[in-house]
């Protein structure tokens, strides 16, 4: 089955500067690479997602692009603010099942 | 808006209880899944069924079963709750037409005493 491996577990930056957080996979086959925001004692929410047609997608101040050929996938999160504090989920998957196999996450704290 | 709901915020349990998840979404969605996240670990998938009285084991399915009756309501069964299996637990849901997103309940914390 799929295995996704995500890093780092705990990330801690400034008001204003860029984070990043990387995320592989194992099987070939997926092509749907979701990520989940989790602020703390909710429920996590999809905040960009793409497809393996694709290199790269943007959304305002968060981006993320996909290696294929390396199998991997990454998170930029651009001016970060306090509010973008929350645990990341990378997740990986896509068949016709639409199961997605999730990292262990990224725990994102933006200081002021 | 895609509601998906689940039938207790906070749950506790004695060992050896038989105890039930209740989650229903309102999307007329085919496709619902049973998570478990704990610290360190992510969310881990317990079960998950694409259509009504259809189910397939996740990644971790032992100690649990499911049922799904109806398509709007997707449940998970702890047969005979043990203390390792206190966790918060998220249900989703998605359609099976073209969009990938899975949607999240709030969560039920199960605590196992």
């Known amino acids: 089955g799929e295995n996704v491996e995500q890093h780092p577990s705990t990330l801690s930056v400034q008001e204003g500067d860029s984070a990043v957080i990387k995320c592989t996979y194992s099987?070939?086959?997926?092509?749907?690479f979701p990520w989940y925001k989790q602020e703390l004692g909710k429920r996590p929410q999809l905040i960009i997602d793409?497809?393996?047609?694709?290199g790269e997608k943007k959304d305002q101040r968060i981006a993320v692009t996909l290696n294929k050929t390396a199998k991997h996938f990454s998170l930029h999160i651009t001016e970060t603010q306090p509010e973008d504090s929350a645990v990341y989920f990378c997740?990986?998957?896509?068949?016709?099942?639409?199961?997605?196999?999730f990292g262990k996450g990224t725990l994102l704290t933006v200081n002021p | 808006d895609v509601k998906v709901t689940q039938s207790s915020r906070y749950l506790v349990k004695r060992t050896g209880e038989k105890v039930f998840l209740e989650c229903v979404q309102d999307?007329?969605?085919?496709?619902m899944f049973w998570y478990r996240q704990d610290p360190g670990l992510g969310l881990r998938l317990i079960y998950f069924?694409?259509?009504?009285?259809?189910?397939e084991k996740g990644d971790i399915p032992e100690g649990y079963s499911v049922s799904r009756e109806k398509k709007e309501r997707f449940s998970l069964i702890l047969e005979s709750a043990s203390t390792n299996q206190t966790s918060m637990y998220l249900c989703?849901?998605?359609?099976?037409?073209?969009?990938?997103?899975?949607?999240f309940g709030p969560g039920t914390r199960l605590t196992v005493l």
């Open positions: 999307m007329d969605h085919e496709n």
């Open positions: 069924s694409y259509d009504v009285k259809m189910k």
């Open positions: 793409i497809r393996s047609n694709v």
């Open positions: 997740a990986a998957g896509g068949g016709s099942n639409y199961k997605l196999t």
């Open positions: 989703a849901s998605i359609t099976g037409t073209g969009g990938n997103e899975q949607f």
């Open positions: 099987d070939s086959a997926s092509n749907y």
